[in-house]
């Protein structure tokens, strides 16, 4: 614990549907789903209107819509859009401090001790007051939440606190007046699991953790779960701020809204998720010697497979031949219910291939799929169209999937900078209508944001037959 | 079988057949070496379905007869037996060898178990032996040692009237090669993918006569055949079953700048600089008018490494990346005091090929077609930043 309130905790509000609101006019003060859209899909982000209605982030995509009203709008994700503008978030906490730790694409630790900063609860309460209104300026109406305290755990715990939009400074000293009537399912670490079990001897609060015996806690817990509560609960932490924790890995992987067993299908499937891998190690300047293939079957066992190769790469062609091979060893008779593609080992050169002379070195123009969330449906060829995609017409201009279905395809056209707009229905393979990039949102809209409600007359903007399998 | 032979004369014709036992014999009767006895020549003879092996020497015989050996353990034994004459015997189902006041007792291998050697196929042409070594040696170096492709593990042998061209590749490099030789028959083409180190192996080691006879036999159900026979040894090898890649499209046509290097220069500034390249990273070569400056490492936690050294370049000024060992190994293989490296960009592959020394200046501007016909592509490393 220090004794300045010198960790700043950022956790960005509901990020994906906020982005997806900013994108979407029509979508503002509505409920938005973000998630996979298929069978098997689970919600990535609910907007604070879903979550009025019990949409959860890890809850599947079809208890969602079973909880949410008419006019929710269930999206795919759009990862170049969330990075870009996390990148402008991180861009803007880096300014604060050469001490950022990103802990995912939406969520950062920042050492304010190691900027040049005044450290009193006054000074850093400012500080965050004027961080929140810059990340909003900057992001066209993100909001962030805010904690600042002396550990990180009471930072983090700060930012939960007062969600979304929400600001707390836990003053030093304060500590555990702050965490002790909080429930012990606000500390990390604390499932359900030990919630309940903590329940069984009457543990509800950190307050009431704090009254029991280490020993008491490493009996009832083990030994390393024990102790870490144990210290928690007196907020008793001094993890560092660690900076540039590089990535050592990139990997993408899909889950199947049915299990795969067709070669065919399961080669296609191995390729997409090379090309997404190698799309990202292009774009990032890395290459990896070691090329790993996961595989879950039905019954959810799940093998990894790997193989290093003499030389770094990043053609997603020879990344899928490598994948190939090693999809070839395993026995995937039972079927196939989740496949991934990573790779590791990464390096900054490339060695050239010779037979890889007809590819261009760098293929900027593909969409940048950033993250490598489990969940995420890779637009393949069978399935172009997915609900929230970015699209260009030739002739009506940018916009976005409302829906698809049947060789037909619904698209708004609205962007970050215009009113709601118009909805229009194309065939599936119009040769006007292709694939977008995410919007610009730049400058910010100097005016309000969107005021226009529901219309209540518009139907679910989801395809009628998500047959999409992802 | 009884026969009494030079030491030296036995221990090269077994040590030269056990270079192509397997390591692990898929069975224990293929770890054996066969000595078959006719008249007064002895045959020294290894198959392991793959590879054959037979080198023939002259002994004075008492009684043939055949027996089957322990491979490696008897060419342990000539190898260190004392420089008198050797006397071999096959009793029962034992082989006793004595040398001067040594003796040995091996037990034999069943000899009905043994494979029978594959005929060796009519012959396709013939090569001065030294110049087959050498554009062997010197396309086999690019083939590649992972057998997942096994297209990449062969060398190609493409055979085009009275024109034999080398080629190999292990898709960082690829090295082609072309020599003259006398075919069989006039017009006779041919091309076929064979193990590149067997290949390598066999031609180094038959160049005791003058000439290598080819044979080739291009089964029809891919069981072809390649053989090579020179003075008392031939050998022959199953083809590869792969389609090679069509590297003709891979060769560049024409380049933008040339550098010409002084070899044993060049190749010692590469290899002190990449003494700090660890795992592949690479080598940075700048090349400017007259200088070309080798830099390797480069982070914190690496060495770091620098050397100009003087060559003519002709073209803009440009930064290339190499795997230091794909380099070196060309560099090595040019076998001529001055080399020449044309470019295309930092991204296209770079051509290395021999200067001849007694040709003049414009001679470099079209390689000659043989015998100096020696091209060595390398794939850059696309360097950070």
């Not at chain 1, 994700?77 to 300014?95: C, I, K, N, Q």
């Not at chain 2, 057949?17 to 003879?45: C, F, K, W």
């Not at chain 2, 594959?118 to 013939?126: D, F, K, Q, R, Y």
């Not at chain 2, 070196?328 to 044309?342: I, K, P």
Request: aromatic content about 4%.
């Amino acid at each position: 614990m220090r004794r300045d309130p010198s960790i700043l905790h950022l956790d960005l509000d509901a990020f994906f549907a906020a982005v997806e609101q900013r994108d979407k006019p029509s979508l503002r003060g509505r409920p938005v789903v973000v998630g996979g859209t298929g069978g098997r899909g689970v919600v990535s982000t609910a907007s604070y209107e879903a979550r009025a209605f019990g949409a959860r982030s890890a809850m599947s995509t079809i208890e969602a819509r079973r909880l949410c009203p008419p006019g929710t709008a269930f999206l795919g994700s759009r990862f170049a859009a969330y990075r870009r503008t996390s990148d402008v978030v991180m861009a803007l906490l880096r300014e604060l401090s050469p001490l950022v730790e990103p802990v995912s694409i939406d969520e950062a630790y920042v050492d304010l001790a190691a900027g040049d900063h005044d450290l009193s609860v006054a000074g850093v309460t400012a500080l965050a007051t004027d961080l929140k209104a810059r990340i909003a300026a900057a992001t066209g109406g993100v909001t962030g939440s805010v904690g600042i305290g002396t550990s990180k755990a009471i930072a983090k715990i700060g930012s939960e606190l007062r969600k979304p939009d929400g600001l707390t400074v836990v003053p030093p000293g304060q500590e555990l007046d702050v965490l002790h009537p909080l429930p012990v399912r606000s500390l990390g670490g604390v499932g359900p699991a030990t919630a309940e079990r903590l329940h069984q001897i009457a543990v509800t609060t950190v307050g009431d953790l704090h009254r029991l015996s280490l020993v008491d806690l490493t009996s009832l817990l083990g030994q390393a779960h024990g102790t870490g509560l144990h210290r928690l609960a007196r907020a008793d932490d001094d993890r560092p701020v660690v900076a540039d924790r590089e990535a050592k890995s990139v990997s993408a992987e899909e889950t199947y809204a049915r299990d795969l067993s067709d070669p065919v299908r399961l080669g296609a499937e191995v390729d997409a998720l090379a090309r997404r891998v190698g799309t990202r190690l292009r774009s990032s300047g890395t290459s990896g010697r070691t090329v790993t293939l996961k595989v879950r079957r039905p019954d959810f066992s799940t093998l990894t497979r790997s193989s290093t190769l003499p030389q770094p790469i990043d053609d997603p062609r020879l990344i899928a031949e490598v994948a190939h091979r090693l999809l070839a060893g395993i026995d995937r008779h039972a079927g196939v219910r989740l496949l991934g593609v990573g790779v590791s080992g990464l390096a900054t050169f490339v060695q050239g291939d010779l037979f890889a002379l007809d590819e261009p070195p760098t293929t900027t123009d593909l969409p940048v799929d950033e993250s490598p969330d489990p969940e995420q449906p890779a637009p393949t060829a069978a399935v172009p169209w997915y609900p929230g995609q970015d699209v260009e017409h030739d002739e009506h201009g940018a916009g976005w999937v409302w829906g698809s279905g049947l060789n037909r395809v619904t698209v708004r056209f609205e962007g970050p900078r215009t009113p709601p707009g118009r909805v229009r229905t194309f065939a599936g393979d119009d040769p006007a209508l292709r694939p977008g990039s995410p919007p610009d949102w730049t400058p910010p809209d100097p005016s309000a944001p969107d005021p226009s409600g529901p219309d209540p007359s518009e139907p679910d903007p989801t395809p009628p037959d998500p047959t999409a399998a992802g | 079988m009884k026969f009494r032979v030079a030491r030296e004369v036995l221990a090269d014709a077994v040590a030269w057949t056990a270079r192509s036992l397997p390591p692990r014999p898929s069975v224990p009767v293929l770890a054996g070496i066969m000595l078959d006895v006719e008249g007064n020549t002895l045959s020294v003879s290894g198959f392991d379905y793959e590879v054959s092996a037979r080198s023939e020497v002259d002994v004075h015989a008492t009684d043939g007869g055949r027996a089957l050996v322990p491979g490696r353990l008897l060419a342990e034994i000539t190898r260190a037996l004392p420089p008198h004459p050797v006397e071999i015997v096959a009793e029962g189902s034992r082989l006793s060898i004595s040398c001067s006041n040594a003796r040995f007792s091996l037990p034999t291998l069943p000899v009905e178990d043994y494979p029978s050697l594959p005929s060796m196929p009519s012959a396709a042409g013939v090569v001065e032996s030294d110049a087959f070594a050498e554009a062997v040696g010197q396309v086999a170096i690019a083939a590649g040692r992972d057998d997942t492709l096994p297209m990449l593990t062969g060398v190609r042998l493409e055979i085009e009237d009275d024109l034999v061209t080398l080629a190999a590749t292990d898709r960082y490099r690829l090295a082609v090669r072309e020599f003259a030789w006398r075919p069989e028959t006039p017009g006779l083409t041919a091309a076929v993918l064979v193990p590149a180190r067997t290949l390598a192996d066999a031609a180094k080691t038959l160049t005791s006569g003058p000439e290598v006879v080819l044979s080739l036999s291009s089964g029809t159900s891919g069981e072809g055949i390649l053989g090579l026979s020179g003075k008392d040894r031939q050998t022959t090898t199953r083809l590869l079953d792969a389609e090679f890649v069509k590297y003709r499209a891979i060769m560049p046509s024409s380049s933008t700048s040339f550098a010409t290097l002084p070899v044993g220069m060049f190749t010692d500034a590469a290899k002190r600089v990449a003494l700090v390249a660890e795992r592949g990273t690479p080598l940075r070569c700048e090349f400017t008018p007259g200088t070309v400056t080798l830099k390797a490492g480069g982070s914190d936690d690496e060495g770091q490494a620098e050397e100009r050294c003087d060559v003519e370049f002709d073209g803009d000024p440009l930064t290339i990346g190499f795997n230091p060992t794909f380099l070196l190994d060309g560099l090595a293989a040019v076998h001529t005091e001055r080399a020449r490296m044309d470019f295309t960009s930092a991204l296209k592959p770079a051509v290395l090929s021999g200067v001849e020394p007694e040709r003049d200046p414009d001679a470099a501007e079209k390689p000659a077609v043989r015998p100096g016909s020696y091209r060595y592509l390398i794939m850059p490393v696309r360097l950070p930043g």
